[in-house]
């Protein structure tokens, strides 16, 4: 259980990084959030990583709950 623990954990990192940023750098040092929250849909290889994103997130935390009991 620890290995694929251990496996889903590198694999989140990797997809998190591959992501593309949500927002703009320049709002990030300025604060400005006029735009975070406007409504943007993901296609193709965007909707496939955020989705994956979900799963091996989802699948880290059941994992880690399992493991605790």
């Given at each position: 259980?620890?290995?694929?623990?251990?496996?889903?954990?590198?694999?989140?990192?990797?997809?998190?990084?591959?992501?593309?940023?949500?927002?703009?750098?320049?709002?990030?040092?300025?604060?400005?959030?006029?735009?975070?929250?406007?409504n943007?849909?993901?296609?193709?290889?965007?909707?496939?990583?955020t989705?994956?994103?979900?799963?091996?997130?989802?699948?880290?935390?059941?994992?880690?709950?399992?493991?605790?009991?």
């Amino acid at each position: 259980m620890l290995t694929l623990l251990m496996i889903i954990s590198v694999l989140l990192i990797i997809i998190v990084l591959l992501q593309s940023g949500k927002a703009e750098s320049g709002s990030i040092i300025t604060g400005g959030n006029a735009d975070l929250f406007m409504n943007r849909k993901e296609r193709g290889g965007e909707l496939f990583i955020t989705r994956l994103t979900y799963a091996l997130g989802i699948a880290f935390f059941i994992i880690c709950i399992i493991m605790d009991m």
